[in-house]
């Protein structure tokens, strides 16, 4: 067993015993660490159903929040998992450490038993920023609501997320004429399907307004499919291609 940098986060056991492993995970938890650990396991499943995953070489991570992650060599998302708000307690059983991860509500236990820890770490961590995620609807809807003259010249938005008995309408205003215009966005490239729901929309909106002024339908997204657009015209419906930024 090895022990690098003992004063300072990151800290790294490598092959270590079980009671090594177990005391070192009952302190870093203790600390409310981030916990690291690799080698070769089995993992238990019992609450609101039972699984058992044989052994096999994985990677199981613990969070301060209380979620415990297993990973295997492939796929995005975690074999088996605890979610946020679980208590892990480290322990050693036939010589082989055991981290069992238990939830309250509902009973829930997770164990998983090492027949051999290659490598273990504990992180200490700061990260106070917030995933700042960009390029949504809301960011194409608040690009319109700031310059309006992206749909066309002399568009006014009256209203957002109005409701019609479709559901609700992205952007609802008036054409420079005086007209109703509902528009509809998407953020990507889009095909019939769009243009079906802004057809509804316009419909309903028809409807419910019970009058025999004209309502345009206005699609705004990157682009749409030539099936789209083939549908705008069958439908008498519009499109204007726009990004969010």
Known sequence: MTTTDE????????????????????AAIER???????????????GRASSYLGPGDRH???????????HTATGQKPVNWQPPGCTHEPSVCDDSLQIRSLRTTPAEELCV????????????????????????????KQRILDDPSLIEPGFQPLATERETP????????????????????????????????????????????????????????PSVTDRARDLLDENGLEFVALEPE
């Open 166 to 221: 479709a559901g609700a309408v992205d952007i609802f205003g008036r054409a420079a004429d005086g007209t109703t215009v509902v528009v509809e966005l998407k953020r990507r490239r889009v095909g019939p399907d769009a243009v079906g729901q802004l057809a509804r929309y316009v419909d309903a909106l028809r409807r419910d307004l019970h009058t025999d002024a004209t309502i345009r339908g206005i699609l705004v997204a």
């Open 60 to 70: 199981v991570m613990l969070k301060p929040d209380g979620s415990l992650l297993v």
């Open 7 to 26: 004063d300072t986060t990151p800290r790294t056991l490598t092959a270590p015993t079980a009671t090594a492993a177990r005391d070192f995970l009952r």
């Open 113 to 140: 038993t090492f027949e051999a820890v290659e490598q273990l770490s504990a992180f200490s961590l700061s990260d106070e920023s917030d995933l700042d995620v960009s390029g949504t609807e809301a960011d194409l």
């Open 32 to 46: 409310g660490e981030l916990l690291t650990v690799f080698g070769r396991c089995t993992v238990e499943y019992d």
